[in-house]
């Protein structure tokens, strides 16, 4: 089955611990992406990568870190988590990197920073 | 610069009814527009898309939009709301060249039996 998967999908954890949320797709895209959705801000974007080894800041990159070693993985490492930082996560995907394209999403991650 | 504006952060309806999902954009050039639903602790689905063709877009479970330049705006509809209908909605805005998506702060339909 085509999809995005996101590990883990609940986490609590303390400020100034590091952390990564992984995400996976097995669709072969090139274009993966981070998001953040917090309540009346709708999606914003954190990171995107147009394919492995190019990746680049969204609107509210500060405090996050990305890497794209491989085409298939995006994980986003939070080196020291704060409050501010408590969201619910989505990574997407999508086959190209046009922007008519259709993003796949996956089913997101909730993140609390104590 | 890009925008978008979902104008009602709420909209309640009776099931059999009509939707109207409301959208406005901001963009430089020509743009791309989306609508996406997000049901209940789930990812987000692409409903339908607008990519310069036809300005009537048809999307999946009966719903459709119409892109109108004049307007600036890009309202979503559906003639009848059925039960499964009831998440929240976002409409997304990007444009040619450029890749990162611009989110509408969402709007939760309900739908009432």
């Known amino acids: 089955e085509a999809q995005v998967t996101q590990n883990p999908r609940y986490l609590i954890t303390v400020t100034g611990k590091k952390l990564t949320v992984t995400c996976s797709q097995n669709?072969?895209?090139?274009?993966m992406s981070w998001y953040r959705q917090d309540p009346g801000l709708g999606l914003r974007q954190i990171y995107y990568?147009?394919?492995?080894?190019?990746?680049d800041k969204g609107d509210v990159p500060e405090g996050y870190k990305v890497s794209r070693k491989e085409k298939r993985n995006f994980p986003l490492i939070l080196e020291s988590p704060s409050p501010n930082q408590t969201s619910l996560y989505f990574c997407?995907?999508?086959?190209?990197?046009?922007?008519?394209?259709?993003?796949?999403f996956g089913p997101g991650t909730r993140l609390t920073v104590l | 610069a890009q925008s978008v504006t979902q104008l009602d952060s709420h909209v309640s309806v009776s099931e059999g009814t009509p939707v109207l999902l409301r959208c406005n954009y901001s963009?430089?050039?020509?743009?791309?527009l989306f609508w996406y639903v997000q049901h209940p602790n789930k990812g987000l689905q692409l409903l339908l898309k607008?990519?310069?063709?036809?300005?009537l877009v048809k999307g999946i479970n009966g719903f459709e939009a119409e892109f109108k330049k004049s307007e600036t705006s890009f309202h979503l509809t559906k003639p009848s709301a059925h039960m499964s209908d009831a998440a929240e909605y976002f409409c997304?805005?990007?444009?040619?060249?450029?890749?990162?998506?611009?989110f509408g702060t969402g709007t939760r339909l309900t739908v009432i039996p």
């Open positions: 997407a995907s999508k086959e190209e990197a046009y922007p008519y394209n259709e993003q796949f």
């Open positions: 669709m072969n895209h090139e274009y």
């Open positions: 990568s147009m394919n492995v080894e190019v990746t």
């Open positions: 963009s430089s050039y020509s743009p791309s």
């Open positions: 607008y990519t310069s063709a036809a300005t």
């Open positions: 997304v805005v990007t444009q040619t060249g450029a890749n990162n998506l611009f």
